[in-house]
């Protein structure tokens, strides 16, 4: 089945590590995004890339990184440097060309 | 610039009542809209957009919206609730050529029994 998978669903960290959240589409979406999500505050772009080897910052991109080194990946890192990571994290794509972002299943991040 | 407003962070309604969740943006160009739902701890699902074509859309499991310019607003409906309804449910706006996504912050469904 096509679609856009995120691993893991779950995941916990210590105040101070690095962590790395997954996100692989088999869509042939050319676009990815990452979005935070915390309650009442709807969706919030992290970052987004639109080709290969190529990305932008969104509205809250500080402490947060990314890479994008084949279409389909697109992984996230949450660095010592964000001082809130606790949060749902979701992965979207696009086709180029197409109106609409489709989304992954989402992981949920807590700082411990 | 550009946002989106849904008012009502909490609507509860009957079963098998109407169903109307609000949705205004602003912007004078006219933008791509889409109204997405999504069920706790998952990702969020489209159930139908708006992309210039038809001003009234359907969408999935009963819903629909209607597109009016005049009044920038992109309302969602349902004739019916059903309790499988209740979620969170996000109105986005999208402009070419970037369509980078702006969301609302979102209106959560309780449907009473």
């Known amino acids: 089945d096509g679609g856009i998978t995120q691993s893991p669903k779950y995941l916990f960290r210590k105040e101070g590590q690095n962590v790395t959240l997954s996100c692989e589409q088999n869509l042939n979406h050319d676009a990815m995004y990452w979005y935070r999500q915390d309650p009442g505050q709807g969706l919030r772009l992290i970052y987004y890339?639109?080709?290969?080897?190529?990305?932008q910052k969104g509205d809250i991109a500080e402490g947060y990184s990314v890479s994008r080194e084949k279409k389909e990946s697109f992984p996230l890192t949450v660095t010592s440097a964000q001082k809130n990571p606790t949060a749902f994290y979701l992965c979207?794509?696009?086709?180029?060309?197409?109106?609409?972002?489709?989304f992954g299943p989402g992981t949920r991040l807590t700082v411990l | 610039a550009q946002s989106v407003t849904q008012l009502g962070s909490h609507v509860s309604v009957s079963e098998g009542a109407l169903v109307l969740l609000r949705c205004n943006y602003s912007s004078s160009v006219p933008p791509y809209l889409f109204w997405y739902v999504q069920y706790p701890n998952q990702g969020l699902q489209l159930l139908l957009k708006y992309t210039s074509a038809a001003t009234l859309v359907k969408g999935i499991n009963g819903f629909e919206a209607e597109f009016k310019k005049s009044e920038t607003s992109f309302h969602l409906t349902k004739p019916s609730a059903h309790m499988s309804d209740a979620a969170e449910y996000f109105c986005a706006v999208s402009y070419p050529p970037g369509n980078q996504f702006y969301f609302g912050t979102g209106t959560s469904l309780t449907v009473i029994p």
């Open positions: 890339s639109q080709i290969v080897n190529d990305f």
């Open positions: 979207a794509s696009r086709l180029a060309g197409g109106k609409e972002q489709f």
